[in-house]
């Protein structure tokens, strides 16, 4: 006998957690279904460093990605104090989530000094001016002593990029899980590669369905360009390898997240609670999920090394490698079939926890229009429209 939902999700990831959580909350019937079990092992948020820096982002990223960072870290903020609120009293809750927004420290050392004005001339060309001329400080030694004791003596000028911040990203998969289903939402664990039209086996029968598979939706998301599915073009969806280190370094003590510039390997190295460290992040234009190379892993530690020599006493936890979920053109997308109601998201490439929030919260804007019967599902509120984000598709073809 099937179970009535006015929501099934697929995919227990970042986007599917987030999804569940806010729809339960906004008292609609939920149902999560996903291929493994509860732990998120095999999605790309439990080896990111769920590292909120938007403006350390423009450097590499879109202006689209900064516009949704900057809105992301404020719901972060809000939705972060309603977790832990809602787990206060539950007499199995999981441990608060850990949230810091102290800014990002950029260093370099003084024969990468070539590094820094390449670094904020990307920053200036792509994040808004007034974010730039609000959050970007120049340090020197002292100031660098100031916010960071460890790192005293070791670079001689540095920058801040003030409000940005990190989570810790098992125990947010953790408490999103714990408080969804807290409040109602059905879960089914371990169902193996399925779609949308697997539902009712499982004994699901929904309204509408949000798709949040990531890689396992792929075949959902055709070659750019082509027509009802067929080839030609870019890959509608590819993996990026991405590969990420944690260490327990308990001698040494960073209090925010450290960027260091190279020209080689740049590196980033965030300080989760209890003398954690996630060290990344190596990004390689390949399928590949194999473990990590002997390279790879000297590059990341090596330059961790540099950073601090107490590293060099760190004890290596993991070495993780993750495919992220890429468009061509590295921005996330809602694909929104009204026809077979269905909703779509993908495509949060490296950016999961910095914009997460934003496109989910677009995301279901339009679930729940369509949820109400609404013909018109992408007239989201404003704040929810992103320029592009938003299409209609019919089967696999986007409608213009």
Not at 77 to 102: I, S
Request: proline share 7%; hydrophobic share 45%.
């Amino acid at each position: 006998m099937k179970q009535q939902f006015d929501v099934a999700i697929l995919g227990a990831g970042l986007a599917g957690r987030l999804a569940a959580w806010r729809l339960v909350r906004g008292g609609l019937r939920v149902a999560l279904v996903e291929r493994a079990g509860p732990d998120g092992a095999g999605a790309a948020a439990h080896v990111a460093a769920a590292m909120l820096a938007p403006l350390a982002e423009s450097a590499i990223s879109e202006r689209r990605i900064v516009e949704l960072g900057i809105a992301s870290v404020d719901l972060w903020r809000a939705w972060v104090a309603e977790l832990n609120a809602e787990q206060a009293d539950e007499p199995t809750a999981v441990d608060p989530v850990f949230f810091q927004q102290d800014g990002t420290l950029v260093v370099w050392h003084a024969h990468d000094r070539g590094e820094m004005p390449l670094f904020t001339s990307r920053i200036r060309a792509v994040s808004p001016p007034e974010l730039v001329a609000e959050r970007l400080r120049r340090l020197d030694a002292a100031g660098i002593a100031s916010l960071e004791p460890a790192l005293a003596g070791r670079f001689q000028q540095g920058l801040l990029l003030e409000g940005e911040g990190q989570l810790d990203n098992r125990g947010t998969l953790r408490a999103l899980l714990a408080c969804a289903v807290s409040a109602g939402v059905h879960c089914v664990w371990e169902a193996g590669e399925i779609d949308e039209r697997d539902l009712p086996r499982l004994g699901i029968d929904a309204r509408v369905v949000l798709d949040c598979r990531g890689l396992g939706a792929r075949a959902a998301w055709p070659a750019e360009g082509a027509i009802g599915g067929g080839g030609g073009g870019m890959p509608g969806l590819r993996g990026l390898r991405g590969e990420v280190v944690r260490v327990f370094a308990p001698e040494v003590s960073l209090h925010r997240p450290v960027r260091l510039l190279h020209p080689r390997y740049p590196i980033y190295i965030a300080p989760k609670p209890n003398h954690l460290y996630v060290i990344g992040a190596t990004e390689l234009e390949s399928e590949d999920d194999s473990p990590m190379s002997v390279r790879s892993a000297l590059e990341l530690l090596s330059a961790a090394y540099s950073l601090h020599p107490a590293f060099g006493e760190a004890r290596v936890l993991e070495l993780n490698v993750q495919r992220r979920p890429t468009r061509p053109d590295h921005l996330p997308a809602v694909r929104v079939d009204e026809q077979a109601r269905v909703v779509r998201l993908n495509g949060l490439y490296r950016h999961g926890f910095l914009i997460a929030p934003a496109v989910v919260e677009a995301a279901c804007e339009v679930v729940r229009a369509l949820a109400d019967g609404d013909p018109a599902a992408h007239a989201v509120p404003a704040s929810a429209r992103w320029p592009g984000m938003i299409a209609p598709v019919h089967g696999n073809a986007v409608l213009h």
